[in-house]
């Protein structure tokens, strides 16, 4: 069975980081695309950052440009979210995805209908 777990979700100030981390297990993932998507309260789920397999590009929402960053450890069959000078806004559920189209452009890596599997998602909450 298929199954994504991440972790490092917590309490954080405005201003301090976070790592999450997704590591799938039940089939090595190193091929796949790669993603972070959240929902907030009363929100719909948005897509944060992403990452191909077969160059490595990575892609982000513009609301976390130049703060978070998306890595993959394909020896390890692990993708990280590096979650800098968070802010309150950035208070979600944080789900890591796996795509099996591996290299995905720009546009199509951004949405969650291209994913096929989902990890249970892991809480962020940053206070101000």
């Known amino acids: 069975q298929v199954q994504l777990v991440e972790s490092g979700g917590g309490l954080v100030q405005a201003g301090n980081s976070l790592r999450l981390s997704c590591a799938p297990s039940?089939?090595?993932?190193?091929?796949?695309?790669m993603g972070w998507f959240r929902q907030a309260p009363g929100k719909g789920r948005e897509f944060v950052a992403a990452?191909?397999?077969?160059?490595?590009?990575?892609y982000y929402t513009d609301s976390v440009k130049g703060r978070f960053t998306i890595a993959r450890d394909n020896a390890k069959n692990t993708v990280y979210l590096q979650m800098n000078s968070l802010k309150p806004e950035d208070t979600a559920v944080y789900y890591c995805?796996?795509?099996?189209?591996?290299?995905?452009?720009?546009?199509?890596?951004?949405?969650?209908?291209?994913?096929?599997?989902w990890g249970q998602g892991t809480q962020v909450t940053v206070s101000s």
């Open positions: 995805a796996a795509s099996i189209l591996g290299a995905m452009g720009a546009m199509a890596i951004q949405k969650a209908n291209n994913y096929d599997y």
């Open positions: 990452i191909n397999w077969s160059r490595g590009n990575t």
């Open positions: 039940g089939r090595t993932f190193s091929t796949y695309a």
